[in-house]
């Protein structure tokens, strides 16, 4: 019956647009039909253990990967660098297409602490709903049983970055057994090491960038919807780098009894160095920092106007009683770049706390970056602040010699980063992609000039020199990088319609 409603079409709409309302409409009556197949053969690519340093789990999740593609078809191989993760890699060429889509994916995960987790990160859990309101544990469907877009799937990486694969294996299978061709050449990039800095990404470009040069746009199929749940695109995300600062007293442990009141205290040293880096209302006061930052354009300014106001929600959500900036959105802030403390340590708290004045007090320090910022120069910046607060930055702990010369020393050990990148919004490709993530989301899409998190999406703008989409698909809520991640099971079903939408798009 499908197959002659196709035919009966055909005859009255043009290719193009036909290809286009298959795809979606295929999807969403795919996906009904064979729901709990779908959850099934995402809780089996959940189970395999994803972590970037663990070759032999890596390699197994890459190998499952490349086999699952070829069974849809899909010609597809492993490229390799020796002692690395490998790039899952393949290909659909379509005869009379004009445009080639690049399609990035991340296939590794976060490490864990498995006793944090209610299950195992790697046994993939059914829930009735959200653990935080109340879900229970339930079986994974049987063939034919409804599925509630409301359950939820916990295991690591089933909201970063496992879930695109999950919602892209169903579509491609869709595809083939119904004999839906996608309206653009597909290159399928799935790299296995994201989650642990891409060191070696730039070496997989560079070796195998004639395998490359045809794509026109770079779709990255990662992160999550927005904070209100509707779908976003976004032209780009945030750089990053960082540092570890250390500062030192005396040169051992020193009793808090004895020498309190003499003694420098390490502590309170790093806290009000710390301190005068950045105002309470969140004003980063390192001379410079925000000199670099290259303005957005009028459609990315008018992108942000419309924007739905959630800020007070997510407030609420987050029991913040205020936020950085003064009032400002937090998507006009992610626009600026950020100085954060990501951890302290000086001695100990709670009943391992002792009378003691600790000889090093430590800080690490994570700056995001906007489109301008140079991670080097951003460095250099927070160092310069640095030395004018009185303090002689060494790279290694100081000998004693240093130590009885200079009364303030610092060590600071620099981070490896990258810059941020962004697609113009006014872009013709673009406007496509939005018109056909717009089907596939209804009237609800934000659109947004950047993310907050961090890609290395300036290796596919500035180096290879090509445009990039993001397109999330998971929850917001969904515990990145945390314990008991999760995929809300409606995110994965908009997935696949997306997915189905983008690739048939005129």
Do not use: C
């Not at 409409?25 to 959940?46: K, N, Q, T, V």
């Not at 859990?125 to 935080?132: D, G, I, K, N, S």
């Not at 891409?198 to 746009?217: C, E, M, P």
Request: avoid cysteine; aromatic fraction near 8%; charged fraction near 20%.
């Amino acid at each position: 019956m499908r197959a002659h409603l196709l035919l009966l079409l055909a005859a009255f709409v043009p290719p193009a647009v036909l290809a286009q309302q298959d795809g979606l409409a295929l999807m969403r009556e795919y996906r009904a039909a064979h729901g709990p197949r779908i959850l099934a053969d995402f809780a089996e690519l959940l189970s395999l253990p994803n972590v970037a340093s663990d070759s032999v789990g890596i390699r197994r999740t890459a190998r499952y990967i490349r086999d699952a593609l070829r069974a849809r078809g899909i010609e597809t191989e492993l490229l390799e660098i020796p002692g690395v993760p490998p790039v899952v890699y393949g290909e659909w060429r379509v005869p009379g297409a004009t445009r080639t889509l690049g399609l990035y994916v991340h296939y590794d995960g976060q490490p864990v602490d498995t006793s944090r987790w209610r299950h195992g990160p790697w046994t993939p859990t059914l829930y009735t709903r959200a653990m935080e309101h109340g879900g229970t544990p339930r079986p994974l469907p049987a063939a034919g049983e409804a599925v509630d877009p409301e359950w939820r799937i916990y295991a690591r990486s089933a909201g970063d970055d496992k879930a695109p694969i999950g919602a892209l294996l169903p579509v491609l299978a869709a595809f083939r057994e119904h004999g839906v061709m996608p309206t653009s050449n597909l290159i399928f990039f799935f790299e296995g090491e994201e989650e642990a800095g891409s060191a070696n990404l730039h070496r997989y470009l560079d070796k195998f960038r004639d395998r490359l040069d045809d794509i026109d746009v770079w779709l990255f199929l990662d992160g999550p919807v927005h904070q209100s749940g509707r779908p976003l695109i976004t032209l780009g995300v945030r750089g990053v780098t960082g540092m570890e600062i250390t500062v030192y007293g005396a040169t051992r442990p020193l009793h808090s009894g004895h020498y309190g009141n003499w003694a420098p205290v390490p502590g309170q040293m790093l806290a009000h160095l710390l301190a005068s880096m950045k105002a309470e209302d969140g004003t980063v006061l390192v001379e410079g920092f925000y000199d670099s930052v290259e303005p957005i354009g009028p459609a990315e300014r008018d992108a942000l106007a419309r924007m739905p106001r959630y800020d007070e929600q997510l407030k609420r959500e987050l029991g913040l009683a205020w936020t950085e900036g003064g009032g400002e959105a937090l998507a006009e802030r992610l626009l600026l770049p950020s100085l954060t403390v990501r951890g302290l340590a000086s001695g100990n708290v709670g009943p391992l706390a002792r009378n003691v004045i600790p000889a090093t007090a430590t800080a690490t320090l994570g700056i995001r970056l906007v489109k301008g910022n140079d991670p080097e120069v951003m460095l250099d910046l927070v160092e310069a602040h640095i030395r004018r607060q009185g303090y002689h930055i060494v790279r290694e702990d100081p000998d004693h010699e240093t130590r009885l010369r200079y009364p303030r020393i610092v060590k600071v050990v620099r981070g490896r980063g990258y810059p941020a990148a962004r697609t113009e919004m006014d872009l013709a490709i673009v406007r496509q992609i939005v018109a056909a993530a717009e089907r596939a989301a209804g009237d609800a899409l934000v659109l947004v000039p950047a993310l907050g998190g961090s890609l290395p999406l300036y290796l596919f703008t500035d180096v290879l020199g090509k445009p990039a989409v993001i397109v999330p698909v998971a929850n917001h809520d969904n515990n990145q990088h945390a314990p008991n991640e999760n995929l809300r099971i409606a995110n994965l079903w908009y997935a696949i319609d997306l997915y189905g939408a983008l690739l048939t798009m005129p």
